[in-house]
């Protein structure tokens, strides 16, 4: 059994100004998207150009934050917020969801397709290999901040979170994500989409292994404690998880019949 290490979640103090780790990471987030993104435009991976990463980056920081909030209110805490609207605004106390974040970027790349006069897939098929560091990174500051810990386990690598309050030994379940959610997704979708694929196929790889990844993950994640486990015993992040596998299956198999594969 270990214990936390109990991370100050202030990584840079400068006078009056403190910079959390979790802002850290919504920074190295995007940093790594612009990195690799402009590695696939110079090595001509996309027709896509500069500028369009540019847009991608600064309406993706929009998109994530506003679906990513709009989806924690829908999916997980609806009634709450019904009866306490204002407290949508309140970013500062958490509360964000990656599938809600997901549909917000999809917004953002459906207007910037149309802007463009790009398919929707181009972009998307462009965009999905600059995700998964950045999921990495958040999972890393979900640990750093001692937050969405796991279930109870008896493995030797489990973790005592203080901020559980009970002193049970947990499956450090934010390292499990980021190695799942985060490298290894980013290992499968970039090495995916370094070769020719038809149209729409990287998008529905993403979305896949997203979807796998996530769902095994979460039985090793504690459920919210607002919602417990729903149906078939399954988390909410699971329910939201398995759209994404059989619409990535969907969307590669059409993707084969269109391309004559």
């Known amino acids: 059994m270990l214990q936390f290490p109990n991370f100050d979640p202030i990584a840079i103090k400068l006078g009056p100004i403190a910079i959390h ?3 850290l990471m919504y920074l190295t987030a995007f940093g790594s998207a612009w990195l690799l993104g402009r590695w696939r435009i110079n090595h001509q991976k996309t027709i896509l150009t500069m500028r369009d990463l540019e847009d991608i980056i600064f309406y993706g920081v929009l998109a994530v934050v506003a679906g990513g ?3 924690y209110v829908l999916f997980y805490k609806p009634a709450y917020y019904l009866a306490h609207p204002l407290e949508i605004f309140y970013l500062w106390e958490g509360g964000m969801s990656f599938h809600g974040g997901l549909i917000g970027v999809t917004l953002m790349m459906l207007w910037l397709a149309r802007r463009r006069k790009y398919p929707l897939l181009m972009v998307s098929d462009f965009v999905s290999p600059l995700i998964p560091l950045g999921l990495a990174a958040g999972r890393l500051g979900n640990f750093i901040n001692g937050e969405l810990w796991g279930r109870a ?3 030797p690598w489990a973790m005592v979170f203080p901020q559980s309050g009970d002193g049970v030994a ?4 934010q390292l499990y994500q980021l190695g799942l959610e985060g490298l290894a997704l980013f290992v499968l979708v970039w090495w995916f989409a370094n070769k020719p694929r038809p149209l729409g196929q990287v998008s529905a790889v993403f979305l ?8 095994m993950a979460e039985f090793a994640r504690e459920p919210d404690n607002f919602l417990g486990l729903l149906a078939a015993g399954l988390t909410m992040g699971q329910w939201l998880s398995l759209p994404m596998i059989i619409f990535g299956a969907a969307l590669y198999r059409w993707a084969a019949k269109k391309a004559n594969i």
């Open 21 to 23: 780790w979790y802002g």
């Open 69 to 71: 909030r709009l989806g």
């Open 153 to 155: 386990s008896t493995m």
């Open 170 to 173: 947990r499956h450090p379940s």
């Open 208 to 215: 896949m292994g997203y979807g796998f990844f996530r769902f």
